[in-house]
């Protein structure tokens, strides 16, 4: 079995267009996760960090969205354009604070103690 070191999960949620929430698909979240694939590739992150498609993360408003884990890092308003600056930053350990949805205004409950990660710094490390 796969042993890797981060998910990146992209929303790739399909809803009828006349939904009043739209979706990250009709945003273009299947090509973001694919460049997000060809990037992590070219990058020699591949076996390291999977770009997992996803459903609704519940973030339908910053769509396209993603969340990396372990760190739990929200990134909303994705674009293709944006995919080799989210790698950079995930091989340095660092998050894009343009991209970022702040915790405050993520759907969902944290967790006691706050859980999430805060700061400028995602902590991850290599
Ligand atoms: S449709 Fe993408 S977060 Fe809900």
Avoid at 21 to 26: I, K
Avoid at 76 to 98: H, N, Q, W
Wanted: net charge positive; glycine share 14%; charged share 25%.
């Amino acid at each position: 079995m796969a042993r890797f070191e981060h998910h990146v999960f992209v929303c790739e949620n399909v809803r009828p267009p006349e939904s009043p929430r739209g979706c990250c698909s009709a945003k273009g979240s299947a090509e973001v996760r694919a460049r997000l694939k060809d990037e992590l590739e070219k990058r020699g992150q591949k076996g390291l960090v999977r770009a997992n498609g996803a459903g609704c993360l519940d973030q339908c408003a910053f769509g396209v969205t993603m969340v990396v884990y372990p760190e739990q890092v929200w990134y909303g308003g994705v674009t293709v354009a944006d995919v080799p600056e989210i790698v950079e930053a995930l091989v340095a350990g660092k998050v894009i604070d343009r991209l970022r949805i702040p915790d405050t205004k993520l759907t969902g409950k944290a967790a006691a103690g706050g859980g999430g990660a805060s700061g400028p710094s995602c902590g991850v490390s290599r």
